[in-house]
T-cell receptor, first 112, second 111 residues
Framework: DTAVSQTPKYLVTQMGNDKSIKCEQN?????MYWYKQDSKKFLKIMFS???????INETVPNRFSPKSPDKAHLNLHINSLELGDSAVYFC???????????FGPGTRLTVT | DAKTTQPPSMDCAEGRAANLPCNHS???????VYWYRQIHSQGPQYIIH???NNETNEMASLIITEDRKSSTLILPHATLRDTAVYYC????????????FGKGTRLHILP
C-alpha cells in the first residue's frame, strides 16, 4: 500500500563507484522529484519530472542523472561517487508542480 | 537559504494544542505558506498550506497574520505520534526549485 517507495533504504559504497536508487509511486501522480537532505538537515530539490520530461534541474553535478522508464518510476543514477554525496535522498511525487508532495522513506547513502 | 525563521525546539503536553510559529517577513504576494513535518527516519509529510486565509484540515490549522509576515501551525490535540521536526516553507506555485527545508522546529510531545 506504500504510496512512494524507494530502494534501497541504506546504501554504503566506496568512492568512484556507480550506484542507482529506485523510486516508484502508485498514486497516479504526474510529477516526481528527487531531493537531497544533507547533514545539516537542509532538504533541497535536485530534479523533477513531469510526464517523463525533466523540467527542473538544479545545479547538480552531471554525475547525477534521473531516469524515468514510465510515469510511476523515477530512478536516480550516480556515477563516480564522491564523499560529499553522502546524504539522505528522498523521492517524492505530486499531482502537478502546484500540489503538495508525497515523500518516500528516503535512502541513506554513505560514501567511504 | 530558507526564507523562514522557526524556533529550534518546542515542548507540548500530550492532549494540549501545539502552536508552532513561523516568521516569513520577506514573503512575496504570490507565495504560499506550506507546512511539512518529518518524523525520525521517515520522509517529510505534507500537513497544510495557505495563501492568506486561515486553513484547516484533518491534521491541523494554519493561521496567517493579516500582513502575511508570520503564521502559526496549530495541532489541536497533540499526541506522542506528533513528535517530529516541523518545517515552514514559503514558495510560489510551480517554483519547486525554491523549496528549501530549513532547520525547522523540533516538537517534543510530553506524556
Amino acid at each position: 500500500d506504500t504510496a512512494v517507495s524507494q530502494t534501497p533504504k541504506y546504501l554504503v559504497t566506496q568512492m568512484g563507484n556507480d550506484k542507482s536508487i529506485k523510486c516508484e509511486q502508485n498514486l497516479g501522480h504526474d510529477t516526481m522529484y528527487w531531493y537531497k537532505q544533507d547533514s545539516k538537515k537542509f532538504l533541497k530539490i535536485m530534479f523533477s519530472y513531469n510526464n517523463k520530461e525533466l523540467i527542473i534541474n538544479e545545479t547538480v553535478p552531471n554525475r547525477f542523472s534521473p531516469k524515468s522508464p514510465d510515469k510511476a518510476h523515477l530512478n536516480l543514477h550516480i556515477n563516480s561517487l564522491e564523499l560529499g554525496d553522502s546524504a539522505v535522498y528522498f523521492c517524492a511525487s505530486s499531482q502537478d508542480l502546484s500540489r503538495d508532495r508525497h515523500f518516500g522513506p528516503g535512502t541513506r547513502l554513505t560514501v567511504t | 537559504d530558507a526564507k523562514t525563521t522557526q524556533p529550534p525546539s518546542m515542548d507540548c503536553a500530550e492532549g494540549r494544542a501545539a502552536n508552532l510559529p513561523c516568521n516569513h517577513s520577506t514573503i512575496s504576494g504570490n507565495e504560499y505558506v506550506y507546512w511539512y513535518r518529518q518524523i525520525h527516519s521517515q520522509g517529510p509529510q505534507y500537513i497544510i498550506h495557505g495563501l492568506k486565509n486561515n486553513e484547516t484540515n484533518e491534521m491541523a490549522s494554519l493561521i496567517i497574520t493579516e500582513d502575511r509576515k508570520s503564521s502559526t501551525l496549530i495541532l489541536p490535540h497533540a499526541t506522542l505520534r506528533d513528535t517530529a521536526v516541523y518545517y515552514c516553507i514559503v514558495t510560489a506555485p510551480y517554483r519547486d526549485d525554491k523549496i528549501i527545508f530549513g532547520k525547522g522546529t523540533r516538537l517534543h510531545i510530553l506524556p
